[in-house]
């Protein structure tokens, strides 16, 4: 744990961080990297966001709720989810009144989801640190949790209906797909199917609900928000399947987790199932190598590379970039802004990282 003052709450404050309360600028640099004005809108607009998340003095109701700001600022986060919200209102009204709220109700509910998945998977660190169940406790935790999600209800509620019902719809779906995850797919249930379903709940319900409550917020027309909805859904599964590949792939440097860590977690990520489906006589050491769960420590390397030679990292890169495809298809209907232009730039982003 970095050393910082300790407050009477017992969680450290977050001196010196200015930086981690700004969305991740390589990510928005990355997106419109031809249109700097564009870019500065959005990032100013995400820096306004920025305040909802805190608790205000009226939450001064626990001195770990106010706490709980601190640790906030200190865990950052790339803030995709209020950028797709920002995005989702550009093809309204983008100067509509609660879009901040709304992409701050969007951050909120992930961050829950984090806070609550975090416990769950006994995970200690999150980026690099402390989670939040490291620092309070377990008990604790979900209770920040629970607040959370009260701040992203409190909020919706001063947006209105139609955020109220996008908020709760979401909240439900992520618990239905971390349910999904933890029960496993059942018998007679094809574990591809059952994968699809768990992304749905776990990764793309909330990114779809971003771009929703912007562009309804925004007053976007009604098939425009759909396009922008079912492209959430697309990119969400893309998303998933890319963090996938990530996982088999990418050094810790780049994503923070160190590599194989899923492998060895026995995590069922779509590349694990497609190598114990597959019927290539090649891949039958990774295939006994898997049939287990979890994979052993002393064997994470040799599965790595397994998974190098074989053909399954292919055939996951080519449902990624169905998907992705898909998601691409749903812009098609919609008109030409930077928005649309960076939610096409976001597709390459995703594709490219994990390619
Ligand atoms: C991260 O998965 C977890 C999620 C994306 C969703 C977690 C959902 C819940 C805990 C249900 C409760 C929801 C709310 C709204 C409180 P991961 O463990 O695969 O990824 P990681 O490596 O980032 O932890
Ligand atoms: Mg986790």
């Known amino acids: 744990m970095k050393a910082g003052h300790m407050d009477d709450t017992g969680i450290s404050g977050a001196p010196g961080l200015p ?53 906030l600022a200190e865990a950052g986060g790339k803030r995709l989810r209020p950028l797709l919200v920002l995005l989702g209102a550009e093809f309204g009204d983008p100067g509509a009144p609660g879009i901040g709220q709304a992409a701050a109700v969007a951050e909120l509910v992930h961050l829950a989801s984090l806070c609550h998945d975090d416990i769950m998977d006994g995970a200690d660190t999150r980026r690099g640190r402390p989670s939040v169940h490291a620092r309070w406790g377990e008990r604790a935790a979900v209770l920040g949790g629970d607040w959370l999600l009260a701040r992203a209800a409190q909020l919706a509620a001063g947006l209105g209906a139609a955020a109220v019902q996008l908020n709760a719809r979401a909240a439900g779906r992520l618990v239905a797909g ?22 749905a709940g776990k990764t793309a319900a909330l990114l779809a609900m971003s771009l ?25 599964i893309a998303f998933q399947v890319a963090d996938d590949l990530l996982d088999l792939r990418a050094p810790a440097a ?26 290539d006589p090649a891949d039958a050491e990774l295939r006994a190598l898997l049939a287990g769960g979890a994979v052993p420590a002393a064997d994470a ?55």
């Open 19 to 71: 930086s981690a309360l700004l969305p991740d600028q390589l990510l928005l640099d990355r997106l419109l990297p031809s249109d700097p004005a564009f870019g500065a809108r959005m990032r100013e607009a995400l820096a306004g966001a920025e305040q909802w998340l805190r608790p205000g003095a009226d939450d001064a109701l626990h001195p770990r709720i106010a706490a709980l700001g601190g640790h």
């Open 212 to 236: 929703g409550i912007g562009a309804v917020q925004a007053g976007t027309p009604a098939g425009d928000t759909a396009a922008l909805t079912e492209y959430g859904e697309q990119l969400g």
């Open 178 to 199: 971390q349910l999904h995850e933890l029960t496993g797919p059942g018998p007679g249930v094809d574990p591809v199917t059952h994968y699809f379903r768990v992304a």
């Open 254 to 279: 780049d994503t923070g987790k160190e590599r194989g860590r899923d492998l060895l977690a026995g995590v069922r990520s779509l590349p694990v199932l497609l190598a114990r489906e597959s019927a």
């Open 301 to 355: 390397a040799r599965a790595l590379a397994l998974f190098e030679r074989s053909g399954v990292l292919t055939e996951t890169e080519a449902v990624m970039h169905r998907r992705l495809d898909r998601a691409r298809a749903a812009l098609d209907a919609l008109p030409d802004r930077p928005a649309r232009r960076a939610l096409f730039a976001l597709c390459d982003h995703v594709a490219l990282r994990a390619g």
